[in-house]
């Protein structure tokens, strides 16, 4: 049974994930939110200006009054300085089940920091939340996603054609799923 707690701050051996609070928009606007190479496979298409990150970090903030809103800013434990984000909404209620994305700054790539969060995530919505499903999304064009899902503990369970629409135009996408009792046997 789904027990919604809200985004409750978590930490792993070098990150510390915590909401989004107000005057964080510069470092989301100028670590990730404005670069076309982190947003070439997401929903949503670069910036155009701080303006719209702070009207869009403006509705994250307000949104933490609901205590279904899962959402996080990924921060280095050494600094506190903000490298990226990463979320998960409800898939289905009745199935117990909802789906992450995240995003992290370019320069932060290919050090093993999303999947650290990646992982306190599913580990959060599974044993505390007691969502049974956690999943996961990413274009075919990008497999580095793919390879952060794995390191997770996630399993790739199949490809979806044209599943969603970045910038580049509908993707064909691999899913990736984790269920409790699959983490329980990997992690418990």
């Not at 606007?29 to 403006?58: E, K, N």
């Not at 509705?59 to 809103?69: E, F, H, M």
């Amino acid at each position: 049974m789904i027990l919604h707690k809200g985004t409750k701050t978590l930490e792993t051996k070098e990150l510390l994930l915590r909401p989004f609070r107000r005057g964080d928009e510069e470092a989301i606007f100028t670590g990730w939110a404005s670069d076309p190479m982190v947003t070439q496979f997401l929903r949503w298409t670069p910036h155009a200006g701080i303006h719209v990150t702070r009207s869009i970090l403006d509705g994250w903030v307000k949104g933490y009054q609901r205590p279904d809103q899962y959402l996080w800013g990924i921060t280095l434990r050494e600094n506190g300085r903000l490298i990226g984000s990463i979320g998960a909404h409800t898939v289905s209620e009745y199935d117990a089940s909802c789906e992450v994305g995240y995003c992290l700054a370019r320069e932060y790539w290919s050090k093993g920091y999303m999947s650290q969060a990646l992982r306190a995530v599913i580990q959060y919505l599974l044993c505390d939340v007691g969502y049974n499903r956690v999943e996961a999304y990413h274009s075919v064009n990008n497999p580095a996603s793919g390879r952060v899902m794995e390191k997770s503990g996630m399993r790739r369970e199949g490809v979806a054609t044209e599943k969603y629409r970045c910038s580049l135009g509908f993707q064909d996408s691999v899913l990736y799923g984790i269920t409790r009792s699959q983490w329980d046997a990997l992690y418990v």
